[in-house]
């Protein structure tokens, strides 16, 4: 974890996907006694280990002419 002073009013935090997920699990966990900015991060950080998991990637000429085409019924 590596957290980084920007200015006055804002630092950035930087975590790996493993602490991420361990510290939101960790807020969830305890998520009655905790105030609303520890579940927003708790919900980020989730989000986060989301995203960098899915390796979903569109087929080229998904929505354009080039599509493939549903077979037919008709013969």
Do not use: C, V
Request: charged share 30%.
């Amino acid at each position: 974890m590596n957290i980084e002073r920007i200015d006055d009013n804002h630092f950035r935090l930087s975590i790996d996907l493993k602490q991420g997920q361990k510290l939101a699990k960790a807020i969830n966990g305890k998520a009655r006694e905790m105030r609303n900015a520890a579940l927003a991060l708790s919900s980020a950080l989730g989000e986060a280990y989301a995203e960098a998991n899915n390796d979903f990637r569109q087929p080229p000429h998904a929505f354009d002419e080039h599509a493939p085409k549903q077979p037919s019924i008709e013969n």
